[in-house]
């Protein structure tokens, strides 16, 4: 399977020499649980101090797509990266949100890369 890309002439585009890992973590949270919140936190934490340490040619890319209904109040990360999603609705619309917010990660990554996005992760 190759690369997937959006520009234009995209298979005269050269792959980039460094493998990219783009991992994408959504965060859907109507009813607003704690335990939630607190493994978003710790699974970003985590997934920083692994981008830290990727040495060579390996990269981890972090994309968060966090979705607030009503009121409720987006989760405040240590480090906002370059790919990140905040988008809020009502509470009725809270069926394939995550699914939705994996397409709009995806398809934002895309958009944003110089280089076609071969490996993901959510």
Not at 69 to 76: G, I, N, P, T
Request: aromatic share 8%.
């Amino acid at each position: 399977m190759g690369a997937l890309c959006q520009k234009e002439a995209a298979h005269d585009v050269a792959a980039p020499s460094a493998r990219t890992l783009h991992v994408i973590l959504v965060y859907s949270n109507p009813q607003g649980y704690a335990s939630r919140r607190r493994l978003l936190l710790q699974t970003h934490r985590h997934l920083l101090a692994l981008q830290a340490a990727l040495r060579g040619h390996d990269q981890l890319e972090i994309a968060v797509a966090q979705i607030a209904y009503d009121s409720l109040d987006f989760v405040s990360l240590d480090v906002m990266g370059q790919y990140d999603l905040n988008l809020r609705t009502p509470s009725v619309n809270a069926i394939w949100s995550k699914e939705n917010l994996i397409n709009l990660s995806v398809r934002n990554i895309l958009q944003r890369t110089a280089h076609c996005a071969e490996y993901f992760a959510y």
